[in-house]
């Protein structure tokens, strides 16, 4: 059965420093999106995209925060300057019609 | 999207069925219930969802009463590793539509030996 993979499953970086985090989802799904979990607390949702654009985005979303799909397979999240806030799971899924399909996460670590 | 209510833990004896309730008490005529569940830290999973009847499938079923107000997940037969966070999410739209799933706390479920 098709699934959705990201790597890093887990990732170190020092506060201020750029990372991408990466996300290959199923294949024909033409929605992906991008939602986080700090340790111990609710999902959130991030951002979603479609037809190469955002479609929508959360508060928690701003200026440092960027997504792209750079080659057809991929979905990327960046992270300009880490804080240490932004240690997270950070899972992306992918949908088709409706059911979302989530990745493993990847576990952020900012020291 | 309506907001859901269900309790914040339960369980169940392994092998026996666990009911999963909740409430959503201002779903509009257009929101599904989906359920979803978070095993650990993993990425949560689709298990099943409907809109007024009641659905089956490999995993589980869904109970949703007559008036939308609340709706039951049931796992028949409950296995250890059915341990998990459920979530119960109302939202609208069961096609392509891009929709945000909104995570609330879940029902932590735990199925004893």
């Known amino acids: 059965e098709p699934e959705v993979t990201q790597t890093p499953s887990h990732q170190v970086t020092q506060m201020g420093q750029e990372v991408i985090l990466r996300c290959v989802p199923i294949s024909n799904h033409l929605y992906f999106y991008w939602y986080r979990q700090i340790l111990g607390q609710k999902v959130e949702f991030l951002v979603s995209f479609y037809n190469n654009e955002i479609s929508e985005k959360s508060e928690i979303f701003d200026d440092q925060f960027s997504v792209e799909r750079p080659d057809g397979s991929n979905f990327t999240l960046k992270i300009r300057s880490t804080k240490l806030e932004d240690s997270a799971m950070y899972f992306c899924?992918?949908?088709?019609?409706?059911?979302?399909?989530f990745g493993p996460g990847t576990r952020l670590t900012v020291l | 999207d309506a907001k859901t209510t269900q309790p914040p833990s339960m369980d169940c004896a392994e092998g026996r069925a666990a009911n999963l309730p909740c409430n959503h008490s201002t779903i509009s005529g257009n929101e599904y219930v989906y359920w979803y569940r978070q095993i650990h830290s993993q990425g949560p999973q689709y298990i099943i969802h409907?809109?007024?009847n009641n659905e089956t499938n490999e995993m589980a079923s869904l109970i949703i009463t007559e008036d939308r107000k609340s709706s039951t997940l049931i796992l028949p037969h409950a296995t250890l590793r059915d341990t998990a966070v459920y979530y119960c999410i109302v939202r609208v739209a069961d096609t392509g539509a891009n929709s945000k799933l909104t995570f609330g706390k879940g029902i932590t479920l735990s199925v004893r030996p």
């Open positions: 899924a992918s949908s088709l019609a409706g059911k979302q399909f």
């Open positions: 409907g809109l007024k």
